[in-house]
């Protein structure tokens, strides 16, 4: 038996932290009444609110120059639902767990739906992995997947989607996210319109193995590891792709995947009125795709984002289904805390969108006051809603304070004594 955060210790640090948390919530909710807003209904949507954690997210990350490993990371897939769990044991906002293959690759199937059911966890979008070789890979990637200009690479790759499809359905997942790295390094070494045209007919074959309750996650990005041009680099070329490829085709929006300055929010909105956002790979970034924990650079622009969602779940808009994943890549911190923390800054935007006074901010936008419209927005987002966080967190069973109780718990030191390290120091950003 591997070593688990006991319920105790959860209850007592909790009993510690009751007092201030009543008296804070308390004060939050007679604040709230003033603004006709009822504390109750933002705490119940809050509990209800899920984010999904990738599998690869617990291990520790890296850049291309180095990866530090921390102590105790998981080893396999086993390890990883077992951290998963840990984070939602205390955060209860990380119901789901979204895997890579081959990376998550097990010869039991059955066995790894029933580990996680039996942690409380479902698993959320399957993803395909066609921008690295794996040991022993004749058809080499190197140059492409879907979009290859051999045939026999497109196959490869289609076959590598089609067998994620049914590893997925093994698992009771209701979609497939496709990124891939096809591009090229320097102008004129591919044709930018027959390059496309390949990818479509790949993810037309994908798509026709697609069971008719699934959706395929169209995942764009501006570059990297392609430097001049990306198959699939911006969410006007996601769009026409969805278009393209039917109904069951939408558009995954990664925080990080956009040129600087691009106006996110905006694209959501886009996406959504089209009935084609998919959902997101969560994370911030202050550059380019530096897969930083979600609301740690831009907060407002996060919670920009969830005032577009707010706004298409207020006006029941058609499609709109967003699949919330978190998709970062912890470098310097304990990838647990981190994902907690982004799980709950997560949460603290939605919460933040629900509190807008969505009458007011419109009466505003009517009368071109923009100012008016400005201070509305600015009025929920300078609100502090941790009361409410903490409050959900603690009715859910989970942790008031995660973070001090996970650290006080020695999760950490337990699980480097369970699994020894490796070895070895690996490049790879993950
Ligand atoms: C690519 O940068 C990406 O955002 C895709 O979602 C990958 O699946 C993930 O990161 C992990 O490399
Ligand atoms: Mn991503």
């Not at 789901?96 to 029933?114: M, N, Q, Y």
Request: hydrophobic share 45%; net charge negative.
């Amino acid at each position: 038996m591997t070593f688990r955060i006991s319920d105790d210790l959860v209850a007592e640090s909790n009993r510690a932290a009751r007092p201030a948390l009543d008296e804070d919530y308390a004060a939050l909710a007679r604040q709230l009444a003033r603004r006709g807003v009822d504390i109750e209904a933002i705490a119940r949507a809050v509990m209800a609110f899920g984010v999904a954690i990738p599998t690869w997210g617990v291990g520790t990350g890296g850049t291309r120059f180095a990866r530090f490993p921390g102590p105790g990371e998981p080893r396999g897939v086993e390890d990883k639902i077992e951290d998963c769990a840990t984070i939602q044991q205390l955060v209860r906002a990380t119901p789901r767990i979204s895997p890579h293959f081959p990376w998550d690759f097990t010869s039991d199937w059955a066995g790894l739906r029933e580990a996680a059911a039996a942690r409380g966890l479902a698993f959320d979008a399957v993803n395909s992995n066609t921008f690295q070789d794996q040991p022993g890979q004749t058809l080499s990637y190197k140059f492409g997947s879907l979009s290859h200009v051999e045939r026999a690479v497109r196959e490869a790759a289609i076959a590598h989607n089609k067998a994620c499809i049914a590893i997925g359905q093994k698992l009771g997942s209701k979609a497939l996210t496709v990124w891939i790295a096809d591009g090229s390094n320097f102008a004129g070494q591919s044709n930018l319109t027959r390059a496309f045209d390949r990818y479509l007919e790949s993810m037309r074959e994908i798509c026709a193995a697609l069971p008719l309750d699934w959706r395929v996650f169209i995942e764009h990005k501006l570059y990297e590891p392609a430097f001049y041009s990306t198959v699939v680099a911006d969410w006007g070329t996601s769009f026409a792709a969805a278009l393209e490829l039917g109904p069951q085709a939408q558009c995954l929006v990664d925080l990080g995947h956009h040129a600087p300055g691009v106006n996110i929010e905006q694209i959501v909105a886009r996406l959504t009125r089209f009935g084609k956002l998919a959902g997101f790979h969560f994370n911030d970034s202050k550059y380019g795709d530096d897969d930083l924990d979600a609301g740690s650079i831009a907060p407002f622009r996060l919670f920009l984002v969830f005032n577009e969602l707010a706004d298409a779940a207020l006006r029941k808009a058609a499609g709109f289904a967003p699949a919330c994943m978190i998709d970062q890549s912890h470098n310097v911190t304990d990838p647990i805390e981190s994902l907690m923390q982004s799980a709950i800054e997560l949460q603290r935007a939605h919460a933040q969108a629900l509190i807008v006074d969505r009458a007011a901010l419109a009466s505003a936008q009517e009368a071109n006051d923009a100012l008016g419209a400005h201070l509305e927005l600015k009025r929920a987002f300078l609100t502090d809603v941790s009361p409410i966080l903490a409050m959900a967190r603690l009715r859910s069973g989970g942790a008031v304070a995660p973070i001090a109780t996970y650290r006080a718990s020695g999760y950490r030191d337990q699980k480097a004594r369970e699994r020894p390290a490796a070895g070895g120091t690996l490049a790879g950003i993950v």
